[in-house]
């Protein structure tokens, strides 16, 4: 199973001076099965933003193209319907209103908003064939309406373990947009809630950005016993701060002994674009 990773588009003010077009020529020159976006697809949120996001993803020769929202994408109040409609409509899993829960703006007011749906958050679960293989996709919401710092609702992960117990899969998956492992400034403020939702189903293997910097991490609880792999994207933004990484990740053989990771790293030339690729294992 061959995996192309990106992460913060930011379509938008914060796009970057590249072509897209020679991007996509790239992107499609890999052999990928699935392709993972961890999020940040637009800078405001705005609907032309997320229309622009989904013309180039639909760019992407790929008939597994999955994605996740970001902090970015939140900062409006129709983002979780903008998002399905022009990025992944992917069937969401709710929860009742009538559940206590802290996540801030969770639910919307429907007598003022005007909304199709009052739930904001973004959290889907689905299975796709390759290979042989069933592979569990697991994409949670880690973005507060209006705000930077992430979180995550504990009653939204007993929903979404509800649906993983009743499926049949080979390897999960975890999509997010915030690290689990808490190494930003604005960072998952409760991060041990995902990290044991992690645990709980034995996910070998995340995959986040927001930062716009590479992190590839591996961690291992001595105590349960468990070891996950967290693999941190860099961007396709280049506006917010000099150390971006304008990269992508391309996974060969992911979940196997045979697997190899590359970063291959863009570099703006004017009207053109030159690539490096790095093998990291």
């Avoid at 705005?46 to 597994?64: M, R």
């Avoid at 995550?152 to 899969?169: C, F, G, H, P, T």
């Avoid at 709980?200 to 016993?225: A, Q, V």
């Avoid at 280049?238 to 971006?244: E, G, L, Q």
Wanted: glycine share 4%; proline share 1%.
């Amino acid at each position: 199973m061959n995996i192309l990773h990106l992460s913060d588009l930011h379509f938008g003010p914060r796009h970057w001076d590249g072509n897209d077009q020679l991007l996509l020529e790239k992107i499609n020159s890999f052999d990928a099965d699935i392709v993972i976006n961890t999020g940040d697809n637009t800078t405001d949120g705005l609907e032309s933003e997320y229309a622009l996001a989904g013309k180039f993803l639909k760019g992407i020769k790929c008939e597994n193209i999955v994605s996740t929202l970001g902090n970015h994408d939140k900062r409006n109040m129709r983002s979780h319907e903008l998002f399905q409609e022009y990025i992944d409509d992917s069937k969401m899993i709710s929860i009742s209103k009538k559940i206590k829960t802290s996540k801030k703006h969770l639910f919307l007011n429907l007598e003022i908003t005007k909304l199709n749906d009052h739930f904001t958050d973004v959290n889907f679960v689905k299975t796709i064939d390759i290979k042989g293989k069933k592979v569990l996709i697991i994409s949670i919401d880690s973005n507060e309406l209006y705000s930077d710092d992430g979180y995550v609702e504990e009653k939204v992960l007993r929903a979404v373990s509800k649906v993983i117990r009743q499926a049949e899969y080979d390897i999960p998956l975890l999509l997010t947009h915030y690290s689990v492992l808490g190494t930003d400034e604005c960072p998952l403020k409760n991060s041990a809630t995902l990290i044991d939702f992690v645990q709980k189903h034995k996910i070998k293997h995340i995959f986040c950005g927001h930062t716009h910097e590479l992190e590839l991490m591996r961690t291992n609880d001595l105590y349960y016993g468990h070891t996950f792999d967290q693999y941190m994207c860099g961007t396709l933004s280049a506006r917010n701060h000099p150390n971006d990484d304008n990269m992508f990740l391309y996974y060969e053989n992911l979940g196997t002994k045979n697997m190899h990771l590359y970063v291959i790293r863009i570099f703006l030339d004017k009207d053109k674009l030159r690539f490096k690729e790095e093998k990291v294992y």
